[in-house]
C-alpha cells in the first residue's frame, strides 16, 4: 500500500519490472539508456506501458500508436529509444484525512484507501494517447494531489453528517448482513444480539445500519465522482475504500467501558444460559440413556426368545437327520452285502473258467515240451558228433604241425638252453662275488687252499675269545700240514 505517488530514473529497461514490484507508488520510470552501447534493438518488460522516442522527441508504433507493445524490437538506430515506462498495476493509495468534525463536534481522523490504475489498454478499448498525456501533463505528484484534494472534502462531508457514535459504521468491511439486519440464515441471531444490547443499543443499532449505508452510498458516489474527473486524464478509479476511522482516546476509552459492560453482562447472560443448557443436555442424556438400556434389554430379550426357538428347530433338524442318516445306512449295508454276493459268485466263475484255460494250456505246454526237448536231444547229440569229429581231425593236424615245428626249432631250442645254463652260471658267480665268506683260490693244490682257508678264518675270528671253534680247527688245519710240509711222505 502506498502512501504517495512518484516517478524514477532507471539505469536500464531490464531493471523496470524489479522496480515496479517492490517499490510502492511508483507510476512512472525513466530509463537512462538501453544498456548496451550502439546496440539496433531494444526490448519492453510486459505488464507496463511503453512510450519511444527519436532524438527525444515521441515517436509511434506503426500498428499502436503512442503505446509500444511487449517484447523485442529491433532494427532501430541507438537513438530510439524507450523513454518511459508507466505500471499497468492496480495502485493503492492510502490517504487519511484528520481533522474531521462530527455532526456533534468530535474531532476524528478517517483513513481513505484508493484503488485505481494508469488507462491506455488497447485490448479493453482504451486510446494509447492516454498514457502520454498522464507522462507529459498529470504526472505522479499531479496525480496524488489532485486525489487528496478531490476526496478530502467528500470525506469532511461525510464526517459532518454523522455523529462519533455512528462515524464507524462507514468503514468499508462492515457493511454485511448481520450489522444491517438482515441475516436470516442464523436462527439464534436475534437472541444472540439481544444478549449484547444495553437499554440504549437498540437506537444505536439504527444509527449504525444508517451510517452503514450512508458509508456505502458515499464511497459509490466518490468512485463515480473521481472517475467523472479523472477518466479523461487517463487514470481509472477501481475502488475506494473507508479503511479506519480514529476517534480521540477520551471518547474511545468511554466507549470502550460502555462496551466492557455490555459484555460482562452478556458473559453472565450466556453462562447461565449456559448452565442451563448443560443440565437440559445431562437429562437429556440420562432419559435418551434410558430408553437405550430398556431398548437393549427388550431387544436382547427378544433375540434370546428368538434363539430358544431356532435351538428347538435345529434339535428337531438334527432328530430327523439322524433318522434318514440311520435309514441310509441300512440300505447301504444291505447294497454293500449284495453287492459283495454278486461280486462273490461272479469271482468264482471266473476262477473256475480261469482253472479250466490254465489245464489245458498246461497240458499242451507239457506236450510241446517233450516234442521240443526231444528234436533238441537229437539236435544235441548230432552236433556233439559232428563236433568232435572235427576235434579229432584238428588234433591230427597239430600233432603233425607240433612234430614239423620241433624239428624246424630244435637248433634253436639247444641254442636257448646253452644261453640259460650260462646265465645261470653268471647269476651264480655274481652272488659268489657279493659273499664276503668265499675265498677264491688260483691253485688247485690242498694244501694251499687249505692254508688260504685257515688263514681267512683266523682273520676273520676274534684273537680274544679262545672258546672260538672255528680259530680253532683252522689252527689245527694249519699244524697238520706244516707237519705234512716236514715229515716225508712214506708211500714214496
Request: negative net charge; hydrophobic residues 35%; charged residues 30%.
Amino acid at each position: 500500500m502506498a502512501l504517495s505517488l512518484r516517478s524514477e530514473d532507471c539505469s536500464t529497461v531490464s531493471e523496470a519490472s524489479n522496480l515496479f514490484s517492490t517499490e510502492k507508488g511508483l507510476l512512472v520510470l525513466r530509463p537512462d539508456g538501453d544498456g548496451c552501447c550502439g546496440c539496433f534493438h531494444f526490448q519492453i518488460p510486459s505488464g507496463m506501458y511503453a512510450l519511444v522516442t527519436r532524438h527525444g522527441a515521441d515517436e509511434d508504433h506503426e500498428q499502436h500508436g503512442a503505446v509500444w507493445p511487449a517484447g523485442l524490437h529491433f532494427p532501430y538506430p541507438p537513438w530510439v529509444k524507450v523513454s518511459h515506462l508507466v505500471t499497468q498495476q492496480t495502485i493503492v493509495l492510502d490517504m487519511p484525512v484528520k481533522g474531521c468534525k462530527t455532526k456533534d463536534n468530535v474531532t476524528v481522523q478517517i483513513d481513505i484507501s484508493i484503488n485505481f490504475r494508469i488507462m491506455g489498454d488497447e485490448s479493453k478499448g482504451e486510446d494509447p494517447e492516454l498514457v502520454r498525456k498522464f507522462v507529459h501533463q498529470v504526472t505522479p505528484r499531479g496525480l496524488e494531489q489532485q486525489l487528496r484534494d478531490a476526496q478530502e472534502e467528500s470525506v469532511r462531508s461525510l464526517a459532518r453528517s454523522l455523529k462519533h457514535t455512528e462515524v464507524f459504521g462507514v468503514r468499508s468491511g462492515l457493511h454485511d448482513a448481520s450489522i444491517i439486519g438482515d441475516d436470516l440464515s442464523d436462527e439464534d441471531g436475534p437472541d444472540r444480539d439481544a444478549i449484547f444490547q444495553g437499554s440504549s443499543d437498540q437506537k444505536d443499532a439504527a444509527s449504525a445500519k444508517r451510517a452503514v449505508t450512508k458509508g456505502v452510498d458515499i464511497t459509490d458516489a466518490m468512485v463515480k465522482s473521481l472517475n467523472k474527473q479523472f477518466v479523461p486524464q487517463g487514470v481509472e478509479i477501481e475502488s475506494v475504500a473507508i479503511k479506519d476511522v480514529s476517534l480521540p482516546r477520551d471518547i474511545t476509552k468511554q466507549m470502550f467501558e460502555k462496551t466492557m459492560i455490555v459484555s460482562r453482562n452478556a458473559q453472565q447472560t450466556m453462562y447461565h444460559e449456559n448452565q442451563v443448557q448443560l443440565t437440559r443436555m445431562n437429562e437429556e442424556v440420562q432419559t435418551m440413556l434410558q430408553t437405550f438400556l430398556e431398548e437393549r434389554e427388550a431387544e436382547e430379550a427378544a433375540g434370546a426368545k428368538a434363539v430358544n426357538t431356532e435351538q428347538v428347530k435345529l434339535a428337531d433338524a438334527k432328530a430327523d437327520a439322524t433318522k434318514v442318516e440311520a435309514s441310509i445306512r441300512e440300505e447301504t449295508k444291505v447294497r454293500i452285502q449284495n453287492i459283495k454276493a454278486e461280486s462273490d459268485l461272479e469271482v468264482q466263475r471266473v476262477n473256475d473258467s480261469m482253472n479250466a484255460s490254465l489245464v489245458k494250456v498246461d497240458t499242451e505246454a507239457r506236450r510241446e515240451a517233450a516234442e521240443i526237448e526231444a528234436n533238441t536231444n537229437l539236435e544235441v547229440q548230432t552236433m556233439l558228433a559232428e563236433a568232435q569229429l572235427e576235434k579229432t581231425r584238428n588234433e591230427a593236424k597239430a600233432e603233425q604241425l607240433l612234430a614239423k615245428a620241433e624239428g624246424t626249432i630244435a637248433p634253436w631250442i639247444e641254442k636257448k638252453k646253452e644261453f640259460e645254463t650260462k646265465q645261470k652260471m653268471l647269476e651264480v658267480f655274481e652272488k659268489l662275488s657279493g659273499n664276503n665268506d668265499v675265498i677264491v683260490s688260483g691253485s688247485s693244490d690242498e694244501g694251499v687252499n687249505l692254508s688260504i682257508v685257515a688263514d681267512a678264518m683266523l682273520q676273520s675270528s676274534s684273537l680274544f675269545k679262545e672258546e672260538n671253534r672255528s680259530a680253532l680247527m683252522a689252527e689245527l688245519a694249519l699244524l697238520s700240514q706244516g707237519s705234512n710240509s716236514f715229515v716225508p711222505d712214506r708211500s714214496t
